[in-house]
């Protein structure tokens, strides 16, 4: 299989693992990262707003410029120089160079107001080692994708409820650590697995935009406090 085919495999795991908001694929060697955000309710204001011509690309740049400005210290992968490309009815937002499929991370948006986060660089582990989690990397594109969609909410006019979901697959029957704690006692704790992890909350759309991080870290700090012993993130 090439570059180009794993990529694919990637992000057809991701897109499969959002539907639904989430149907979790199978455990893999790694771990992945998905959030997804979706309006409860239905709504034509995203496809008033996705056929707006010259607005449009205004909105996507203020949209990436809400992902850049939202980044967390320690982070392996964040989306900070990322652009936009067209992908099917929505736009993708990913690397202007292509690196290796894992160290990915893809945001995507659709007319329907939907949005979707997936990286696959989130974790390492040699074969019979235990499972090195990067919760900085968790945190912070999480943080970023919570901005970027509050920032899409604004642009489109949308101010009903959202639906924001984050899982982080790959830790089912695993031993894991933490890859990110500062703490030597905390990072050298093996916690053992017998799930993904997965949450979901429903939040008001102005909510999203104005606090990001602190969404983010409800949904992420049961897994956080597991893996690295109550170092936090997102400070």
Not at 14 to 30: E, H, L, N, Q, V
Not at 45 to 73: C, E, H, M, V, Y
Not at 155 to 170: L, M, R
């Amino acid at each position: 299989m090439d570059d180009l085919e794993r990529r694919e495999a990637y992000l057809s795991a991701a897109t499969t693992a959002m539907d639904g908001m989430f149907r979790i694929p199978p455990p893999t060697d790694s771990p992945y990262l998905y959030v997804a955000l979706r309006p409860s309710v239905p709504d034509t204001t995203f496809r008033i707003w996705a056929t707006t011509g010259n607005n449009l690309a205004d909105s996507l740049q203020a949209i990436a410029d809400a992902a850049r400005t939202s980044p967390i210290n320690g982070a392996g992968v964040n989306i900070v120089g990322y652009r936009w490309e067209r992908r099917g009815i929505g736009w993708r937002m990913g690397p202007a160079l292509r690196p290796e499929p894992e160290n990915i991370a893809d945001l995507e948006v659709r007319p329907t107001g939907e949005g979707r986060l997936f990286c696959g660089a989130v974790g390492h582990a040699q074969p019979g080692d235990p499972l090195q989690v990067y919760e900085n990397t968790i945190a912070g594109l999480t943080q970023q994708a919570f901005a970027a969609l509050g920032r899409l909410y604004q642009e489109a006019g949308y101010t009903g409820p959202i639906d924001v979901g984050v899982a982080v697959t790959g830790l089912e029957g695993r031993i894991v650590l933490s890859g990110s704690a500062p703490n030597a006692f905390a990072a050298l704790q093996r916690v053992p697995f017998f799930e993904n992890y997965r949450d979901t909350e429903t939040v008001e759309a102005a909510e999203l935009a104005a606090r990001p991080r602190p969404i983010a870290r409800r949904l992420l700090m049961p897994l956080l406090q597991a893996t690295a012993q109550g170092y936090d993130p997102f400070g």
